[in-house]
């Protein structure tokens, strides 16, 4: 018997929704402002244990699940994100180094040109030895033509942080993740804006995280 409420699992940063939709990047922050009444509902009156198995599809702490979970019903999406907010910002050191090693750094396209993949996995290696987990970075508000360079230049960036300074940036950017992908999840589906110059690196199905 299928159940009646589920998310779909764990993806970096794509994801299909519950209607099978074709998967969609995730939109900047403050443009997710409604969700949708059934799957906001199915999320509200699900069994527990499903829905802290549905947010930890967005973020890999069962602490932060729980207390999102614990605080429904919620009455729009909003109080949901903002709910979500307030339990990643709460997260101890020990359930965000469990959240960041549930993160992985986004594949590129198969389309995308040796080069890349290579520059991506020598800089990812880095940050990764430097600092013990994956790169994490939100990306709704970057066009998908865009993530690569973004990505890189993100990582370059932050290898020049001590370790705690970026451990906090890495918290931030987790809490943007797990808000994008909720709003992606239980928002409704939108289409994203053309890129002005699309450079071609990057094919459809290019990373766009939902923090």
Same mark, same amino acid.
């Given at each position: ?5 589920? =998310? ?9 929704? =519950?209607?099978? *939709?074709?998967? $969609? ?60 907010? @307030?339990? /990643? ?13 549930? @993160? ?15 520059? =991506? ?15 994490? $970075? ?12 973004? $990505?890189? @230049?993100? $990582?370059?960036? *932050? ?5 705690? @300074?970026? *451990?906090?940036?890495? /918290?931030?950017?987790?809490? *943007? ?35």
């Amino acid at each position: 018997m299928t159940r009646g409420f589920t =998310l779909p699992a764990h993806r970096l940063p794509y994801a299909s929704d =519950l209607s099978g *939709r074709a998967a $969609i990047p995730a939109l900047p922050e403050q443009s997710r402002t409604q969700a949708s009444p059934a799957l906001l509902e199915g999320f509200n009156t699900a069994p527990a244990d499903e829905a802290c198995e549905a947010l930890l599809a967005c973020l890999r702490s069962l602490r932060w699940a729980r207390r999102v979970a614990d605080h429904r019903p919620y009455p729009d999406l909003d109080s949901l994100l903002a709910a979500a907010d @307030e339990a /990643a910002y709460d997260l101890p050191p020990g359930d965000l180094s469990v959240a960041l090693a549930g @993160e992985a750094l986004p594949e590129l396209p198969e389309d995308t040109y040796s080069v890349a993949h290579m520059a =991506l996995s020598a800089a990812h290696a880095a940050y990764e030895a430097r600092f013990g987990h994956a790169f994490v $970075i939100y990306l709704g508000d970057v066009h998908p033509d865009e993530a690569l360079d973004r $990505i890189l @230049e993100g $990582i370059r960036s *932050r290898l020049t942080n001590d370790p705690e @300074e970026e *451990r906090v940036i890495a /918290a931030e950017e987790l809490r *943007r993740l797990a808000r994008g992908r909720l709003a992606t999840f239980l928002g409704p589906a939108r289409s994203y804006p053309p890129a002005a110059s699309p450079r071609g690196t990057t094919g459809p199905n290019a990373p766009v995280p939902g923090k």
